[in-house]
């Protein structure tokens, strides 16, 4: 069974060496919707495949990162970078270019990261990250799988090449997660309190 959650952001791009005239050279903003779909063959003691409550947490503070953030292609010219780095407060480095497809891959292997890294606490059987779709439009969307997060003929997205500003790392309810997910932590989910009926 599927499960899908909705996420928004609004975020500030250059994509380069695109065909669209506009968004190869001018700077411009999105309204991006991203939806995380999960499987999983059985349920846990809710009967859900997955609390949406519990997407609410490290998943949604990374998506939220991107919010009110100028996200830029670490191979960007320097000076432009420097430029992004000096006027907005929140930036993200990407080591891919910020198209809608990057970003649906970016955050398939950030979320699939997250997902390995949690400790499940209710029963959730064998959750598996199934897609992430990244809306960049109301009418142009990307959507990653597996398959297409870890194709090296796509780019290689390495979490440790993913940089979020200070400011977008102060925001987070932890500012250490993005250190804590790189290291290899534990993410524990709360354990809800048992009522048997
Ligand atoms: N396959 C992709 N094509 C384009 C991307 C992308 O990420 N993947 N991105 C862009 C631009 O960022 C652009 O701003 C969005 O393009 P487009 O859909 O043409 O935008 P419009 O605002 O004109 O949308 P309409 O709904 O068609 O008015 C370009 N292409």
Request: charged share 25%; with cysteine.
């Amino acid at each position: 069974m599927l499960i899908r959650k909705l996420f928004k952001f609004e975020s500030a791009h250059i994509v380069r060496n695109c065909s669209s005239l506009r968004c190869s050279t001018s700077i411009h903003g999105h309204s991006y919707k991203v939806e995380v779909l999960l499987e999983a063959d059985a349920l846990d003691h809710g009967q859900m495949v997955y609390d949406f409550g519990l997407m609410k947490g490290n998943i949604r503070d990374v998506i939220d990162a991107f919010d009110h953030a100028i996200c830029f292609w670490d191979r960007d010219e320097e000076e432009y970078i420097r430029l992004c780095k000096q006027f907005s407060a929140r930036w993200i480095a990407m080591p891919v270019s910020p198209s809608a497809e990057q970003f649906a891959r970016l955050f398939f292997v950030i979320i699939d990261r997250i997902l390995q890294q949690t400790v499940m606490a209710n029963g959730e059987a064998d959750i598996r990250l199934h897609s992430v779709i990244a809306h960049e439009t109301e009418t142009g969307y990307a959507q990653a799988f597996r398959h297409d997060a870890y194709n090296p003929r796509m780019g290689e997205i390495r979490l440790e090449e993913i940089v979020f500003s200070e400011q977008c790392q102060a925001e987070w309810r932890d500012p250490q997660l993005y250190r804590k997910l790189l290291a290899g932590a534990r993410f524990e989910n709360s354990t809800p309190p048992r009522q048997v009926p």
